[in-house]
């Protein structure tokens, strides 16, 4: 019966992340079409990869990560900790986020286009993954894991 609550409260846990990749897919998706393209069509495809895709891994690296962290840097500082967590996690999953991008959003004929096209977005994305990671990392994972150690 343990392991069923532990279930259930690790799905309560995560959510909010089919909303937010909704958000985020929405978006890039305003952002990579041309004139002319329905939102809805590119969005649902994307959303759709990004739901089958993404999330199940995001949930697999969180709480990997989180158990690393808890298991390595115990004693370290709640930002340091943090930074740990949110720099691998934003470059993980905005590395998925563009090479779907790059799949839903491209008529690409072979898998050397799509390496290649691949490639540009991240290079292009890097900041914005870096910017993420420690916006996470440096902000929110240490106001919640501090919020977590005052619920305890």
Do not use: C
């Not at 609550?5 to 897919?25: V, Y």
């Not at 004139?35 to 999330?55: N, R």
């Amino acid at each position: 019966m343990k392991s069923l609550s532990r279930i259930k409260s690790n799905l309560i846990k995560f959510a909010p992340l089919p909303f937010i990749m909704a958000i985020i897919t929405g978006i890039f998706t305003l952002l990579k079409m041309s004139s002319g393209e329905s939102f809805i069509s590119k969005w649902l495809l994307y959303y759709g990869l990004a739901l089958l895709i993404v999330i199940p891994i995001a949930i697999i690296i969180i709480d990997n990560i989180n158990h690393l962290i808890d298991k390595t840097l115990r004693n370290k500082h709640v930002i340091t900790q943090g930074l740990a967590f949110g720099i691998p996690f934003a470059a993980i999953i905005g590395t998925l986020m563009t090479g779907i991008a790059v799949y839903s959003f491209n008529e690409l004929n072979s898998i050397v286009q799509f390496t290649d096209a691949w490639g540009a977005e991240l290079q292009k994305s890097l900041p914005i993954f870096l910017t993420v990671g420690l916006i996470i990392g440096g902000v929110i994972k240490p106001l919640l894991s501090i919020k977590r150690s005052k619920q305890n």
